[in-house]
C-alpha cells in the first residue's frame, strides 16, 4: 500500500478557515469564562501557599545576593604602601583577605516547611504568615520553628536511638542500686541514700558523657510569655535567630486549644550544651535585648534535649536537676557590656520583675 494511500482526508474537518480558538460558540463560553476570574481572589488566595511563599523568599535573597554583589564590585582595590624593601609574598600573606558578604552561602534546614521561617522571608512576613498567638496544632503541628541560616558548619549527626538505649540502661541500674541500698539499710534517710548513690554513680556526669558519645548536645533557653507578650516575644527572638545573634534555631509551641494553658513554650537552641561560653554569649544578647535581667524571680532556664529525650522533669526518681543553667545564677551580681543587667531594656509589656516562669511539666511536645 502506498503512503498516498494511508492518509486520512481531511476534508470537511480541517481547513483554512478554521480557528485556533474554536467556533463563535467556544471563544464565547471561554470569553465568559475569563471574565469571571477574579485575579485578586486567586492570589489572596494562593498567597498564603508554601510554594509562593518560598518563590517569593528566593527572588528576595538573589535580589539581594545580586545587589551586594554589585556593592563589593563597586568598593576601590586596597592600595599597597610603596615599599621597595617589601617582599611581595609577605604583602600576599599578611594583608587580609575580607570576603564580601555575598560570599556567604545561607542554609535552612527546614526550607520548603509550612511549619519554618524560609530562606529570604522578611520577619514580618513570617508571623504574618504563622501568628504564633493564633495558630493552630492542627494546621502546621505542635512547633512553629526559625532556623539560623548561618548555623550549618554546626550540624552534626544525632544518634538519639542509641544515646536513648544506653542512657535509659544507666537509669534502670541506678534504681536498682538504690532499692538494694535500701533493702540493706531500710531504716536509712532517703536523702542520705541519694547522696551514698550520687557519690557512686555520678550520673549527671555519665549521662553527659554517652550524650556526647552519640552527638546528642543541643540543649535550650527556655521562656514561658503569656499569651500577651507571647507575639512581640516570639518576634525578637526569632529575628535574632535569623541574624546570627542567638542560637542555631527557635521554636515556639502552637495553640493546642487548651484553655488551661496561661503561657506558651519559646526554646532557643544552642549547638552543644557543653560549650558553656556559647550558652552564656546567648544568654548575655537575651539581657542586651531587654528579654532577661537579674531581677527576675526565678529567671529562665537552660535544659539539654539529652534530658528531654529521657523525659527527666523536675521531680524524678534519679534526683537529678531538670535544668543544667539558670540565668539567676549566672547573671547574680555581674555586669554585661559595662551595665548592671537589671538596667536592660524592657521589650515587654509585663515587667519581668513581676512575671512568674512556668516549667517544662506542662509542654510533652516532641
Known amino acids: 500500500m502506498s503512503g498516498e ?19 463563535e460558540e467556544d471563544q464565547h463560553r471561554l470569553e465568559n469564562l475569563s471574565g469571571g476570574l477574579e485575579c485578586a481572589h486567586y492570589w489572596e488566595k494562593s498567597s498564603r501557599f508554601l510554594n509562593t511563599i518560598v518563590l517569593k523568599a528566593r527572588k528576595q535573597l538573589l535580589d539581594n545576593t545580586i545587589a551586594m554583589q554589585k556593592s563589593a564590585e563597586a568598593m576601590p582595590a ?20 575580607i570576603l ?18 524560609q530562606l529570604g522571608e522578611s520577619i514580618d512576613d513570617f508571623v504574618a504568615r504563622l501568628p504564633p498567638a493564633t495558630t493552630r496544632i492542627d494546621a502546621v503541628g505542635p512547633w512553629i520553628w526559625v532556623m539560623n541560616p548561618y548555623a550549618r558548619s554546626r550540624h552534626r549527626s544525632e544518634h538519639i536511638h542509641d544515646f536513648k538505649d544506653a542512657s535509659e540502661e544507666l537509669l534502670r ?44 548536645l ?11 507578650d507571647l507575639p512581640r516575644m ?41 560549650d558553656t561560653e556559647d550558652v552564656r554569649r546567648v544568654l548575655d544578647e537575651l539581657v542586651r535585648m531587654g528579654l532577661v535581667d537579674a531581677d527576675m524571680p526565678q529567671g529562665i532556664f537552660y535544659k539539654c534535649d539529652a534530658y528531654t529525650h529521657l523525659d527527666i522533669k523536675n521531680k524524678n526518681d534519679y534526683g537529678l536537676r531538670a535544668s543544667l543553667y539558670s540565668s539567676k545564677t549566672l547573671l547574680a551580681g555581674e555586669r554585661v557590656s559595662g551595665q548592671r543587667v537589671s538596667g536592660a531594656s524592657r ?4 515587667p519581668f520583675s513581676r512575671m512568674k516562669q512556668s516549667n517544662l511539666n506542662d509542654f510533652q511536645r516532641d
Open 5 to 23: 494511500d494511508e492518509m486520512v482526508s481531511g476534508s470537511g474537518w480541517v481547513s483554512d478557515d478554521s480557528s485556533f480558538y474554536g467556533d
Open 78 to 97: 586596597p592600595k599597597q604602601l610603596a615599599d621597595s624593601n617589601t617582599d611581595a609574598d609577605t604583602v600576599a600573606m599578611d594583608t587580609p583577605k
Open 100 to 117: 564580601p558578604e555575598a560570599a556567604i552561602v545561607f542554609h535552612n534546614r527546614m526550607q520548603g516547611m509550612s511549619e519554618a521561617w
Open 173 to 216: 541500674r541506678y534504681l536498682d542500686r538504690r532499692e538494694q541500698i535500701e533493702t540493706e539499710t531500710p531504716s536509712k534517710a532517703k536523702g542520705a541514700i541519694t547522696r551514698r548513690l550520687n557519690a557512686e554513680c555520678d550520673l549527671p556526669n555519665q549521662i553527659k558523657d554517652l550524650a556526647m558519645k552519640h552527638g546528642v
Open 218 to 228: 543541643s540543649g535550650k533557653w527556655m521562656f514561658f510569655p503569656t499569651a500577651k
Open 234 to 274: 516570639w518576634k525578637a527572638l526569632a529575628e535574632g535567630t535569623i541574624q546570627n545573634r542567638l542560637g542555631t534555631g527557635a521554636k515556639v509551641a502552637t495553640d493546642n486549644g487548651s484553655a488551661k494553658s496561661g503561657s506558651r513554650l519559646i526554646c532557643i537552641y544552642t549547638h552543644d550544651f557543653t
Open 347 to 350: 521589650i515587654m509589656s509585663t
